[in-house]
């Protein structure tokens, strides 16, 4: 905005928005801090911020206590393949329902839409009993199947694609390039942006999804990291700074990917719900 | 006549040419979409007027299933918390994320860097965050309690430890998570507002307030609409929050529905009570999106 602000009302905004941000980062600080502490130490008041010595050994001690390597291997190992999945095939059925004009291409899209809205727990138990026929209770490919196709990710990039003009395609087409080689060749590369958005919210979604791995895996090679943090809590309820420590660990992967993207991530959400 | 009947069937096989490429590009899509979600929905409506356990053959049973679960004090608990977390996490949610768009959309030195750290809760995995939010909020020695009687209260709430304070501590825990994320949405729609429309209304005199109430808010209704209808959309399906803090507890005095839908198909296997609820669940859901289509017809807007 142009007006000009007097220098009081700047310095209270700020004042405003760092109390505000340092709020919301509270329970992250504490989380982190407490994962340096002994358990008898998380607790005293007045808090100490900065923990009198750094127990780093908390970040060892768990690695002995659960099969955090598993945990983590699988929570990659999901992640990274829903996700791929995901965006090969979402940004595919985008542009089909974006770009190609074929009969039922209205109706087909409702239904997307229309389970956008439904909760996930309202189809939860015919999914499992899918699954139970099919016998992959206890697998991965179970979560596999169940999260690739989400309605998601179909709707995110076709709000992008919207927004590539028309014109732009056709003199694609006439230069000879095939619907799949304007597909390849023009939308692909310019909507990175939004992609790189899918693949982020979809990591992030699978990576610290704990319904559908706590549903479908039950033994514990098949584990993810949530599970295991759950796990933690529930069998060393009283090691507080272990348990932070476990869930920082779980976070790191998040966070890295966050800052890494956190360009795109942010520009690519807010464009995603409102332009087109 | 030969010629446009050659062109006219030319034109269709060219037409159905092109409907078969659309197809191939939606159907890798489509064939999981349409097995894995769009069948298990609808055979969700078939269980939630069978009786089945599983194993046995299923019998129709008409509308008991839903008799049973109206009878069901958990359920009736349930439904009402439900109710209550929904209106709570939705209203503060959406004046939170209003409040910090509009004070983050000013030309402000670190703007993204307060961004990114409002934001960040959104992407911290629930069960992490929970364990830490039941230690801030533990009722004896936690830091919130040992704040409040540090401030003269001298007998703070026992949050996840009391049945009438847990549901509050979960909608703090929500509307702390969920807030970044729907500030991201209005402040796009802040950004589509025209700054024209501002220094219009300052030279007439307009004061902050009345540039807010007059400008601000009508031009955001298509952003407050979508925040609205995914909030509650989202709200409705909130399990993974109410499982790493208090899991249903003390009680039930947390047990929403997508709890309750969980305890009866996982804990009791009762697929029929399950599918029920799930009904009722989608229909609550359901009659709240359309309201709201019907109050907005801005729907286009987002298609």
Known sequence: ?276 | MAQTETATRKAGSLKFRKALIGYSFIAPNFIGFAIFILIPVIFTIVLSVMDWDGFNAMTFAGIDNFRQIFRDRVFRSAFWKTLLYVVFTVALTLLASLGLACALNKNIKGRNAFRSAIFFPYVASMIAIGAVWKQLFEANYGPINNFLRSIGIANPPGWFASTDWAIWGVIIVSIWKYMGYYMLIYLAGLQDIPVQLYEAATLDGASGWQRFMKITLPMLTPSTFFVFIMLTINSFKSFDLIYALTQGGPGTSTTLLANYIYNQTFVYWDYGKSAAASIILFVIVLAVTIVQFRGEKKFTDYL
């Not at chain 1, 989380?31 to 127990?55: A, D, Q």
């Not at chain 1, 992030?204 to 895996?217: A, E, L, Q, R």
């Open chain 1, 1 to 276: 905005m142009i007006e000009k602000r007097s220098p009081v009302k700047t310095v209270l905004i700020y004042v405003m928005l760092i109390v505000l941000t340092v709020v919301t980062l509270l329970p992250l600080v504490w989380m982190v801090s407490s994962s340096l502490k002994l358990s008898t130490e998380v607790f005293t008041f007045p808090i100490k911020w900065i923990p009198e010595t750094f127990h780093w050994e908390n970040y060892v001690t768990i690695w002995e206590k659960i099969n955090l390597a598993t945990y983590t291997f699988n929570s990659f190992k999901l992640s990274i393949i829903i996700t791929l999945i995901q965006l090969i095939t979402s940004s595919f059925a985008a542009y089909g329902f974006s770009k190609c004009q074929f009969p039922g291409r209205n109706a087909l899209f409702l239904a997307y839409i229309a389970t956008i809205a439904i909760p996930w727990q309202v189809y939860m138990l015919p999914q499992y009993i899918m699954m139970q026929r099919m016998h992959l209770i206890d697998t991965h490919l179970a979560i596999i199947l169940l999260q690739s196709f989400t309605a998601f990710g179909v709707f995110l990039l076709r709000q992008f694609y919207i927004s590539i003009p028309d014109e732009l395609l056709e003199a694609a087409r006439i230069d000879g390039l095939s619907e799949y080689g304007t597909f390849a060749r023009i939308v692909m590369p310019l909507t990175k942006p939004a992609m790189a958005t899918l693949v982020i919210m979809s990591f992030v979604t699978v990576w610290n999804d704990y319904m559908g791995p706590m549903i479908y895996f039950t033994s514990d090679r098949n584990k993810t990291i949530q599970l295991g943090v759950q796990l933690f809590v529930g069998q060393y309820s009283a090691e507080y700074g272990l348990i932070m420590a476990t869930s920082v660990f779980a976070l790191i992967p998040v966070l890295v990917v966050f800052l890494a993207f956190q360009r795109f991530f942010v520009e690519g959400i807010a464009s995603s719900g409102l332009k087109g």
